[in-house]
């Protein structure tokens, strides 16, 4: 069988979400480690007034395509834009590309998808569940076509606990509901959401369900794959640790802790925290493209599903993630953070609450305070608000923990040769969590908020003169509590000297008990 780069070898290849975290990573990683693909055409669209070609150069500029650019400084030449907007009649192809198209394309990769969670539920439906409609019907248009490789979620299924290798019949007939969804208002389809989306937490894990069965319903005629990741982060090798460019997901909630703004949220310290690789995901999604085309004839013809997890193999929980977020941000912490990193994770609503209030609101509205005073803009409340709205909207995924078959995955992996087991490695036995967690807090420091490492030193001092700020204003609050409460009052004064001649009995005590032991 071939090498899974000699299979890439001459072929064309369609990506669709190409501009996104995971799609730039599958680009770029095919053109390193199959350079002799013939051609990528990425579905982009223009935007924020950049038309298509502007932003796919921007995109190739990018630190990401540093290793590919020193391998091959003209790797551009593999890259085909093609103006295409999803969630329009056709997804917008112009008649010539879409005769190119058919022509030559010998696989797609499905990358696109809206993630956000608060997603009004007719623009996730024409997304995430129409486009991928409208894509498989182009695809079956393409004569030359050898796989279809459809990226999911793994909490596709979230409303059920233990999630096989398979596709579950979908919360409702996909067609149906666009049908009956068409003729709504927005207004009405937001009120009736909650109801239609039953036991998923968001529109997002709903309409990724109803896709699911979109694809499997197309399966007999096409040669298709889905896979599943969890909880995508930064990078754990390639193309260079810790690379990460977005605040979704946990990367959000690690630079929100490491600035020193979050100090709480609810998760469960002892849940698995579902987080996969980028890279692995996009290894395995590439292995899984190579499999699906080269076993088109003897397979039966249904979609192969790979839940992309690490729970089931090599788990890591809450807790730990919480104390290596946090003990990293020590080491190396952000710029001009807000307090010092101490950020506690806890399932306790009411503790939570009482948290938010102490360590959320006071503080913003002090600093509010002196923003006001010195004659600035308020902001903290602000920043505190949109915070809490995102950790809301995160916490039904730490807050409860998963399990999912990952046989699919083994079986790919025992398929790859020893060579592509390390070009392509997707095992995450091998996986080192402290060392990955400290590569991805580093890794939002440097590409996402563009800090200099250099610029550590001063962070430090400035993390010092914070502690030093806390000592004092702790100090102040006991000078005033004791003034205020406890001087003024005979009893409080009694209840104080109380309690201090206690704890001195209780020193002398152990002090004499440690001298008669010795
Ligand atoms: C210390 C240790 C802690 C340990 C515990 C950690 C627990 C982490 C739990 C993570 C669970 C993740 C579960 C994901 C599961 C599904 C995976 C997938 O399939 S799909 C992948 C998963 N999909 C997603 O993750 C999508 C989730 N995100 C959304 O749905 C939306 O962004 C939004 C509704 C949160 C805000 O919408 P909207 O108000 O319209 O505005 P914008 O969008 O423009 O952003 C506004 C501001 O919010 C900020 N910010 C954004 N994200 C986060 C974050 N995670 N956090 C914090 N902040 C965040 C953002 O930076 C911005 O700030 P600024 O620059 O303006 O100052
Ligand atoms: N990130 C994660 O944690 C996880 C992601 N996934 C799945 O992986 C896939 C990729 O996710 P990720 O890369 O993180 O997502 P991003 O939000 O980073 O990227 C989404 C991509 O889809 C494109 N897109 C969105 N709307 C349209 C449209 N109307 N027309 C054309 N293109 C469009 C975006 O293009 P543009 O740049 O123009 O907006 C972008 O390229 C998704 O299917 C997601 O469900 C699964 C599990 C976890």
Not at 297 to 323: D, M, Q
């Amino acid at each position: 069988m071939a090498s899974i780069a000699d299979y890439y070898a001459g072929k064309s290849v369609l990506i669709t979400g190409a501009t996104g975290f995971m799609g730039k990573v599958l680009v770029e990683k095919l053109l390193r480690s199959c350079p002799h693909v013939r051609a990528l055409y990425l579905l982009v669209r223009p935007k924020a007034g950049q038309s298509m070609q502007e932003r796919v150069s921007d995109m190739m500029k990018c630190k990401l395509f540093d290793r590919v650019r020193e391998d091959n400084p003209d790797f551009h030449q593999k890259i085909v834009p093609i103006s295409s907007e999803l969630i329009q009649p056709g997804l917008a192809i112009g008649p010539e590309d879409k005769e190119t198209l058919t022509s030559c394309i010998n696989i797609i990769f499905h990358c696109a998808a809206t993630i956000r969670f608060d997603e009004p539920l007719k623009h996730a439906l024409q997304l995430n569940v129409m486009a991928t409609q409208q894509l498989i019907s182009l695809a079956q248009q393409m004569p030359h076509l050898q796989a279809f490789i459809h990226i999911s979620t793994a909490y596709a299924n979230c409303n059920r606990r233990h999630i096989d290798d398979i596709i579950y019949p979908p919360p409702v007939e996909p067609k149906k509901l666009i049908d009956s969804l068409e003729w709504m208002e927005d207004s009405i389809v937001r009120d009736i959401t909650p109801r239609l989306i039953g036991d998923h937490p968001n529109t997002y894990t709903y309409t990724k369900a109803l896709a699911e069965c979109v694809v499997q319903k197309e399966s007999s005629k096409l040669s298709i794959a889905i896979i599943r990741p969890s909880i995508v982060g930064a990078s754990w090798q390639e193309p260079f640790p810790g690379w990460i460019d977005n605040f979704n997901g946990p990367s959000g909630v690690f630079i929100a802790a490491g600035k020193g703004i979050l100090r709480t949220m609810r998760a469960n310290n002892d849940a698995v925290a579902d987080l996969i690789p980028v890279d692995v995901v996009i290894n395995l999604t590439l292995a899984a493209g190579w499999y699906t085309a080269v076993h088109r004839s003897t397979r039966p013809k249904a979609a192969l599903v790979y839940n992309c997890t690490t729970g089931g193999i090599n788990p890591f929980h809450w807790g730990e993630i919480e104390h290596h977020v946090m003990s990293s941000f020590k080491r190396n912490p952000l710029e001009q953070a807000f307090r010092r990193p101490n950020a506690n994770i806890t399932s306790n609503y009411l503790m939570n609450q009482y948290w938010i209030l102490v360590s959320h609101r006071f503080p913003a509205l002090l600093y509010d305070l002196y923003l006001r005073l010195s004659g600035q803009k308020p902001q903290m409340m602000r920043i505190f608000n949109r915070l809490h709205k995102a950790i809301g909207l995160l916490e039904y995924f730490s807050s409860q923990d998963w399990e999912w078959n990952s046989e699919n995955m083994n079986m790919l992996m025992s398929h790859l040769s020893p060579e592509d087991r390390k070009t392509f490695n997707f095992d995450v036995r091998q996986l080192n969590w402290p060392e990955y967690i400290e590569n991805y807090c580093i890794g939002t420091k440097k590409y996402v908020l563009n800090e200099d490492m250099s610029d550590i030193p001063a962070a430090r001092q400035h993390l010092r003169k914070l502690r030093n700020i806390r000592y004092t204003f702790n100090t102040l609050l006991l000078v005033f509590i004791w003034r205020v409460f406890i001087a003024r009052s005979q009893m409080a004064r009694n209840i104080w000297y109380f309690v201090v001649s206690l704890c001195f009995k209780f020193l002398s005590y152990f002090r004499a008990s440690s001298t008669l032991t010795n």
